[in-house]
């Protein structure tokens, strides 16, 4: 039990990343983004043509970071995949949503031409990697023994290492710099971000970086508990926005104690249930929380933080 | 030469108009009203000065430039100042961070601009950390003025400062007001307490069906006949 737990953690380490930009996306541009889950699968195929084409020699055999199963070019492709996505993020949103703002579209219109990019991406995907599922690394790695019997695979603390500080940064970030404050004001209150001369168009395209960086990062470490997938990021939507509603939708902060709350709830179900229960698993949390509680669990008027 | 000169502006929402030529001036240092039922194009004036709506026709001069159709934040950068009637704080941000981002656009330090504005409002000051949102109406109120201050404003626009406050916070209020008034900031203000407004105004402008209907020195006004039995109830 004590290491399904562990397990949950691990995965809700990677919801929370992609949960975060959901509900950061929610709170600037007011629409849920159905494409994050590619966007997710999206980063997690750049960093793979980052290991296995342009930096292929400081990774695989022999050239391995300690206990882990890569080397340092899953780290370039972790950055380079934060890059490039967050580059087709602000793509997208110049080519399919701000024309849509701009036509003052509806919540719904956004919502459903998200799911159109989330599509485009898929099809970019299948289309140059190809429907087989791919590692970036096909090591075998033994598990580490810590106290209570857990057993954890180094790889696996490196994916909780990585969401905890990207989520602290994140924090530090939106509590501490200008830039952030100015996001979170944007969140709260648009009219009066503009009326005090914020820069509400720079507040959307850091939205957009943010959430396609954390995304992506997501996705790697995905790539990395498993495999890749071209599927991978639109079967892991619904945790994803359970993750986000559970946590209060907009609230970054929320998004986070939510994914791990789903995440630990979808593992420790496994005890009970067959694994492949585990997407159903998180359908039921996200009906309960619409039915008891539709405002997350800290309620309404969530702290943006 | 006036502060802010403002020449038959025609302004409104989409097709419809609601100012149909409005005309007011504002000299430096002045606290001027602008009082009238509901539906007579108040807000939609202070709205159209800020640059939020786009006159159709008509000039709005301030500082001898035109300002007619130019964005907020450019007119906030040439220091006039707007509070809005309601929604005019960020609710989960702090005390403080509302006043900092009341500073934004601001390249230099703004901590004595800080220090002034928690002395004018020693109330905030003990509120600093507390979320907006967790705060009295009052003192949200206070806190919405105190944010359009921080950028040292020539003149400030505030729209309806007294809504849904208690007879008591009003007169706080428009004491505050006037204090920043003496302070050296020129006023133009939005009121649906009209008595309570012209009593502390230099002079005072009644808007009705989208024109100038009135005008005239805040305590004229309130002394003149019909404009207590049509605008003050009796």
Known sequence: ?305 | MSLLDVSGVVSGYGETDILTGVSITVQAGEVVAIIGPNGSGKSTLMKTIFGLLRPRRGEIIFHGESIAGLAPDHITRRGVCYMPQSDNVFPSLSTHENLEMGAFIREDGFSARLEEVYSLFPDLFSKRNARAGSLSGGQRQMLALARALMLDPTLLLLDEPSAGLSPKLVDTIMSKILEINRSGVSILMVEQRAREALKLSTRGYILAMGRNQMEGSGEGLLDNEEVRRLYLGG
């Open chain 1, 1 to 305: 039990m004590a290491e399904l737990a562990v397990s949950g953690i691990i995965l809700g380490s990677i919801i929370a990343l992609g949960a975060i930009g959901v509900s950061l996306i929610y709170g600037i541009l007011r629409f849920a983004h159905f494409a994050h889950g590619d966007m997710m699968t999206f980063g997690a195929y750049i960093a793979f043509f980052f290991v296995h084409s342009v930096f292929s020699s400081l990774g695989g055999e022999g050239f391995r970071l300690g206990p882990l199963t890569f080397g340092p070019s899953l780290i370039i492709g972790i950055f380079g995949a934060m890059a490039i996505s967050a580059l087709v993020a602000l793509l997208i949103d110049r080519i399919i949503y701000r024309p849509l703002r701009q036509r003052r579209a509806g919540l719904v219109m956004l919502a459903m031409s998200s799911l159109g990019a989330a599509i485009i991406l898929r099809s970019i995907i299948y289309l140059v990697w190809g429907p087989q599922s791919q590692a970036y690394s096909r090591t075998i790695q033994p598990a580490l023994f810590l106290p209570l019997g857990i057993r954890v695979k180094a790889d696996e603390l490196f994916i909780i290492g990585v969401a905890l500080l990207l989520v602290i940064g994140l924090y530090v970030f939106l509590q501490r710099t200008k830039l952030g404050k100015a996001m979170r004001a944007t969140a709260d209150n648009v009219d009066l971000a503009r009326i005090s001369g914020i820069n509400t168009d720079r507040v959307v395209a850091y939205t957009w970086v943010l959430g396609a960086s954390l995304a992506s990062t997501a996705g790697v470490l995905l790539g990395l508990e498993s495999q890749l997938m071209p599927e991978m990021g639109w079967g892991f939507l619904l945790p994803l926005f359970a993750a986000t509603i559970l946590g209060g939708i907009g609230s970054p902060f929320g998004a986070f104690v939510g994914a791990m709350v789903v995440g630990i709830i979808q593992q420790t179900s496994t005890y009970y249930l067959s694994p492949a229960y585990k997407p159903a698993v998180a359908f039921l949390i996200l009906i309960l929380i619409l039915l008891v509680r539709p405002t997350g669990i800290f309620g309404r008027r969530t702290p943006w933080i």
